[in-house]
C-alpha cells in the first residue's frame, strides 16, 4: 500500500481536516480495522503567506519543495499540498519533487467537468482568486471561472486570514461571505462557488439556501489521495 504523505501547517486546521477526510475515506473502502498510512511535514503558513505577498516565489518553492522531501525520507510514496494557495507554484514543485504530486486543481476541475457546470467562482486566499492556476487548468475543458469584485476578494482574504484560518466563524462574516455567493449567482449565472480554501467549508456549508451550490475541492483531492493509496 502507498504511503500518503501532506504538507500541512498550511494552516492547522486545513492539515486537521485533511487527516479526517482521509482517514474517513480509507475506512468507508478498507473494512478491515487498519488505518491509512500518512506522514505528515507542518510547515509555518504565516512564512509561507508572508513570502508569496512579496512575490518571492523562488522561495516559497524551494521552502516547500524541503518540506516534500522531508515527506519523501519519511517514506511517503506520493504527496499533497493541504492547502490552496501554496498550488500557485505547484508545477515548479511538482518537477524538482522526489515524489508524485496530486494538484488539488486538476482533481477538483475533473470534477467540476464531471458535474456539466460551465461557470462557477472561486473563494479562498486573495492570492487563489487572482492567480491564473485556476483559470488556466479549468479553461482546458471549457469552464469559467468569474472571480469576485477586487473589493469581495479584499474582504474575503480578510476574513479568511483573519477569522477562519483561526478556526473562528463569525456569524456577520458568515453572512458577507453568502451575500457575495447570492451576487455572483444572480449577476454573472454562476452554477457553483469553490471553496478554495480548507476552511470555508465548514463556514459555508450550511447556507440555508438551496439556491447557493459550494463545492469542496479537500474532498475530491482526498478521494484522488485514497485512490493512489490503494493502487496495487
Known amino acids: 500500500m502507498n504511503k500518503l504523505g501532506l504538507v500541512g ?3 492547522p486546521a486545513s492539515t486537521i ?3 479526517r477526510l482521509a482517514y474517513g ?3 468507508s473502502r478498507v473494512t478491515d480495522g487498519s488505518a491509512p498510512p500518512i506522514v505528515i511535514d507542518s510547515v509555518d503558513v504565516n512564512l509561507m503567506l508572508n513570502m508569496i ?3 518571492q516565489l523562488p522561495e516559497v518553492t524551494e521552502y516547500l519543495l524541503g518540506s516534500v522531501s522531508n515527506l519523501a525520507n519519511a517514506g511517503a510514496d506520493f504527496g499533497l499540498l493541504a492547502a490552496h494557495t501554496p ?3 505547484f508545477d515548479a514543485i511538482a518537477r524538482a519533487s522526489p515524489i508524485p504530486l496530486i494538484s488539488v486543481v486538476r482533481t477538483t476541475c475533473n470534477a ?3 458535474t456539466g457546470m460551465t461557470r462557477v467562482s472561486l473563494f479562498g486566499t486573495r492570492f487563489t482568486m487572482s492567480g491564473r492556476f485556476y483559470p488556466d487548468v479549468f479553461s482546458e475543458v471549457g469552464i469559467s471561472i468569474v472571480p469576485p469584485l477586487l473589493g469581495e476578494q479584499e474582504e474575503i482574504h480578510h476574513l479568511y486570514t483573519t477569522e477562519l484560518i483561526n478556526g473562528l466563524v463569525v456569524p456577520e462574516s458568515r453572512d458577507r461571505l453568502l451575500a457575495i455567493a447570492r451576487r455572483l449567482r444572480e449577476d454573472h449565472d454562476v452554477q457553483a462557488v469553490i471553496l478554495a480554501g480548507t476552511e470555508l467549508p465548514p463556514a459555508l ?3 440555508g439556501d438551496a439556491s447557493l451550490h459550494f463545492l469542496d475541492p479537500s474532498v475530491f483531492h482526498v478521494r484522488a489521495a485514497i485512490d493512489r493509496m ?3
Request: net charge positive.
Open 112 to 114: 467540476v467537468a464531471r
Open 25 to 27: 475515506e480509507y475506512r
Open 53 to 55: 505577498g512579496k512575490r
Open 9 to 11: 501547517g498550511i494552516g
Open 87 to 89: 498550488h500557485i507554484v
Open 17 to 19: 481536516e485533511y487527516y
Open 230 to 232: 490503494l493502487e496495487s
Open 205 to 207: 456549508k450550511d447556507s
